[in-house]
């Protein structure tokens, strides 16, 4: 979306600012240059300026990963360059931070992690700036309401490296999860009954599985009588027949969390560049004021008219960082 067609979606906003109540009033908007100007009834009755990128938050899977797992040179270059013009980048997932670092390591430039769905925000050095977890009496009556779905359910903490995972059974060779258990042995761990394992606050309660099975267990949480004092972070893969649903603390969003943090950096949302590919992805970019989806996205985005970039395996992230950020960036001196 661009500046002007952002400033006409916010004319009721402007009408307020600028004084204007009579019914029908539509403002008219230019853009010349950096400047946006309101035109009404009177001439001449508002300005604003474009402004700046001064922070890009980017979804990983499906939308920096390509569809082998890799960071592509066109996006490391478009991310080393918005970091070296000042802009902060931030990787807003719903991976754990140690899952997460697989993908940074391949990014040569500072980097914030808003990771787990925005549970906790850290550097890539694992300097941890906040964290909201999921009280462990709420998480017991999560895996007590879905015990249907214990195979597919999970608890994950915020624990240095053993056990930061724990699920009741580890079945080695599911053909959904071995490839996820085989690069996380080392976090895994097991308790049974599941319930065993809450001797403190997690970061979340996860289940995984086919899409079905998944709708069938969101619905259950969503009808409990503890269905606010939990949120879900619900991702989903139609083509692969699986999804993954987060049981996070009820204030937490990839959104509210990347919201949270712009506002201790200083950074306003006009000045967020987000980019994202599904459910999980929706309030960080209703968030942004520059929200844009990949063309690999799920439709449900892709019907919000917001900007289109390319897939995540042709550079789409690089194509968005240049078209919103670096074309508008000023160069270092």
């Known amino acids: ?191 049974s009954p599941l319930e065993s394992c809450l001797v403190e606050d997690p970061i979340q309660v996860m289940f995984a599985g086919s899409m079905e099975l998944m709708r069938e267990a969101e619905a259950v949480l969503r009808s409990e009588a503890f269905a606010g004092e939990i949120a879900l972070a619900v991702t989903q893969y139609e083509a692969k027949d699986f999804s993954m649903i987060d049981v996070i603390h009820p204030n937490v969003t990839k959104g509210a969390t990347l919201a949270e943090w712009a506002a201790l950096r200083d950074i306003s949302a006009e000045e967020i560049l987000a980019i994202g590919d599904n459910l999980n992805d929706v309030e960080m970019l209703c968030f942004a004021g520059i929200p844009v989806v990949m063309e690999n996205s799920v439709p449900e985005l892709k019907m919000r008219g917001w900007h289109i970039t390319r897939s995540n395996d042709e550079d789409g992230v690089a194509a968005a960082i240049q078209q919103f950020a670096l074309s508008e960036a000023t160069e270092c001196a």
């Not at 920096?64 to 997932?93: D, F, K, M, P, Q």
């Not at 719903?94 to 980097?111: C, I, K, N």
């Not at 550097?123 to 941890?128: D, K, L, M, S």
């Open 1 to 191: 979306m661009g500046i002007l067609e952002w400033e006409w979606d916010r004319r009721d906003e402007w009408k307020t600012r600028l004084g204007f109540s009579r019914a029908g009033w539509q403002p008219a908007l230019q853009v010349e240059g950096d400047a946006v100007w309101i035109f009404g009834d009177l001439g001449v009755v508002g300005y604003t300026r474009r402004m700046s990128v001064r922070l890009i938050a980017l979804d990983i899977d499906g939308t920096l990963l390509n569809s082998r797992w890799e960071v592509s040179l066109g996006n490391r270059a478009a991310i080393a360059e918005a970091t070296r013009r000042g802009i902060e980048v931030c990787l807003v997932t719903g991976r754990r931070y140690d899952f997460a670092m697989l993908a940074t390591q391949q990014v040569e430039s500072p980097l914030t992690m808003i990771v787990n769905n925005g549970a906790m925000v850290r550097t890539n050095e694992g300097a941890t700036k906040l964290r909201h977890l999921l009280p462990r009496e709420t998480a017991r009556r999560v895996l007590q309401a879905t015990e249907t779905w214990r195979d597919a359910a999970s608890v994950v903490f915020d624990r240095p490296k053993a056990n930061q995972v724990v699920l009741e059974a580890i079945h080695w060779d599911d053909s959904l999860r071995s490839a996820y258990y085989a690069r996380n042995r080392e976090f895994l761990g097991v308790a």
